[in-house]
């Protein structure tokens, strides 16, 4: 939330003050720079620096990224470019402007997603013991928020908690079998 809050105005201007899309944008935002800081192994504060310096017109920070762009507003028109020949290719409008925080954040998720980072972390959490719990409590935390507030899908808040649990259970069990097959073998060993 303290990542968000320093370029929301930003987004919100570009946006025309759309609350929703703003949030939209905020939620690519912040999964682009975990999905960075996963794949290009960057420390999340060098990621979030760049982020409020790009809402600042400030792009010194680009390389940070280690997307192969400099930290030069030169450098942030290519990426944006380069973005906008993606979407061409995809058939569809190719208007990103480096006028607006929110196409920024739109190019950094298109280069991204088209250098294979986009999804490292969704798959971390899917795939590792620490990143499957770790899904596991956030998704505990959003369901404690969600039977505090009548705003909220209770429903699809218990879906997903349970969705998580399963995913942790699926990774943590295969370790507790071959656990529990080494303390047999040990017995088994220690037994003469």
């Not at 991204?112 to 409590?137: F, L, N, P, Y």
């Amino acid at each position: 939330m303290e990542s968000v809050t320093v370029f929301s105005a930003s987004l919100l201007q570009s946006l025309g003050n759309d609350t929703k899309a703003a949030a939209e944008y905020a939620n690519t935002a912040m999964v682009d720079m975990s999905d960075n800081a996963n794949k290009m192994g960057t420390d999340m504060t060098l990621i979030q620096n760049a982020y409020q310096g790009f809402a600042k017109q400030n792009y010194t920070m680009l390389d940070n990224l280690k997307l192969g762009y400099g930290g030069t507003k030169e450098e942030m028109e290519r990426l944006i470019e380069d973005a906008n020949k993606v979407k061409e290719a995809n058939g569809e409008m190719a208007d990103l402007s480096i006028d607006s925080f929110a196409d920024i954040v739109e190019s950094i998720h298109i280069i991204q997603t088209e250098m294979g980072i986009t999804g490292t972390t969704a798959k971390e959490a899917s795939t590792t013991i620490q990143g499957s719990v770790s899904a596991m409590k956030a998704a505990w935390q959003n369901l404690l928020v969600g039977i505090a507030d009548d705003s909220q899908d209770f429903d699809a808040l218990m879906d997903q908690f349970v969705e998580s649990v399963g995913t942790a259970a699926s990774n943590i069990l295969p370790r507790i079998q071959t656990i529990l097959g080494g303390i047999g073998e040990l017995v088994t060993k220690l037994a003469p």
